[in-house]
């Protein structure tokens, strides 16, 4: 008998071929799986430059608080004031009131050696610091305590009366006054008479002023009387040849139109 032994050898080869690719596409598949995925660069965020406006110096101002709002007021110019240096005693101006209570005041200057680099606030007191010199002269004159720009300058920024780089606020002259015992009494121009009677019978009366004779910007003034031919004596702390006999229609018409807490004008009287 004869054995015939026939082996198909294509099978096994094509069997084994398809289940390595089988495998292959497995491993593959599995490796994409597995494996950490590359990290993908991103652009750096950019920012675009915010928009500043810049800062526009300005003058000095003395504008009243926000309790009372009210336009911008300058206090007194950064401009160098020429003014007689004065001792750090208060000094007494020449009287010629036409009134029945004479009234000598007591006179400071805030160009004084003794404090006109003190601070007031971020400030100095010899640019910055009319209003609280102002108050001292008041203060002073009319009542038992002999109080200095220095003084006022403190009190002022205690109490909330100082603006940075502006002087001071207009509520300065008749809080201060004010804290003091003093009667205070605001007025605006059209109350002209009642001003001049309350000067020529011993009340005193802060202003502040604005552009012209007395400063391009705006400065706090004192008034002290009438004179026998009818002008205002002036006491300005500032300057002491302003300290003379003005006439009124150059105070009246020279005083802010637009002052708030009551101005330009405050009579101060004893009570």
Known sequence: MKITCSFNIARPVKTFLSGWL???????GFSLISSPDEPIATPPQT???SKTTPSIPSEPECSDPPIEPAPSDPDVSTEQIQSTPDSTQPQNLPAKPQQEEQIVPVYYNQKDESWKDISYGKDDLGNYGCGPTACAIIISTLTEHKVTPADMAE????NGCYIEGGGSYHILIPLACKSYGLKVTGCTQSDREKILSALKNGALCGVIMGPGHFTQTGHFIVLYG???????LVSD???RTNCIAWDADIIFSEAKSY????GPFWIVEKP
């Open 22 to 28: 089988i495998l292959s596409v497995i491993f593959f």
């Open 47 to 49: 920012t675009a430059p």
């Open 155 to 158: 009190w002022s920024v205690q």
């Open 226 to 232: 009438i004179d026998e031919n009818g002008k205002i």
């Open 237 to 239: 702390p500032a300057n």
């Open 259 to 262: 002052a708030a807490s009551g």
